[in-house]
């Protein structure tokens, strides 16, 4: 089973900050919180990843709280083009690192 | 640099034929997936190869069968195919266990 809860859906004014939480309260010391994003049926975009410490890219930024237990992932100026579904993933360490997807949170980015 | 790349886009089986899902990457990553994703529903892990020739299990593997001869190619088999194979199927790549995935642009499957 998926280690994370997320809000099923959001809304976000195009223009405005988009900030997705998410809770993993039984994350690993050695576990790391993944970002991606889906759009349509398209395949899975990769976003960001972080261990402990806030993560910055060109798409996004991560916020991890200090005990680990939840992190918010931040669309610094969402567009119509950000609507999707934002899957947040702990992943496990050991076997291939393979990703366990949740349900995901459908984000909806409105004029 | 065409990255994960997934033939065919489209088809339709009926009820116990087989086929081959191809999947191809030219990163040279070790580490490839394979995916399903129902309608409203979020991914799930089918096979996995951590390098060529090893592959191991996900979380629903039944029904199909995996290999791993090259670097390159991670072909997913559907042998006596069946209505609840229905699904859209996703090939990732990764360099590790700690980067990201690649993901491949969909082969969307119909059993009838």
Same mark, same amino acid.
């Given at each position: 089973d998926a280690k994370t809860t997320q809000p099923t859906s959001m809304d976000c004014a195009e223009g405005r900050a988009a900030n997705l939480p998410c809770n993993h *309260?039984?994350? *690993?010391?050695?576990e790391y919180v993944y970002w991606y994003r889906q759009i349509h049926s398209q395949g899975p975009q990769y976003i960001i990843h972080g261990l402990k410490n806030n993560e910055t890219n060109e798409m996004a930024s991560l916020i991890i709280t200090e005990d680990r237990k939840s992190s918010t992932l931040i669309l610094p100026h969402a567009t119509l083009r950000d609507t999707a579904v934002y899957y947040c993933i702990v992943r496990v360490a050991s076997q291939g690192g393979k990703l366990i997807f949740g349900q995901g949170t459908e984000l909806s980015v409105k004029p | 640099n065409a990255g994960v790349t997934q033939t065919p886009k489209f088809r339709i089986l009926k009820i116990g034929q087989s086929m081959t899902l191809q999947c191809a990457q030219?990163? #040279?990553? #070790?580490y490839m997936y394979w995916y399903r994703q129902d309608p409203g529903m979020g991914l799930k892990l089918i096979y996995y190869s951590v390098g060529a020739g090893i592959t191991d299990k996900g979380e629903v593997p039944n029904g199909y069968n995996v290999s791993r001869s090259t670097t390159e190619d991670f072909p997913l088999r559907l042998e006596? %195919? %069946?209505?609840?194979?229905t699904s859209v199927y996703f090939c990732a790549s990764s360099r590790g266990q700690i980067y990201g995935y690649t993901f491949g642009s969909g082969t969307r499957l119909t059993v009838v």
């Open positions: *309260s039984t994350i *690993s010391g050695n | 030219d990163m #040279n990553h #070790n006596l %195919a %069946a209505p609840s194979q």
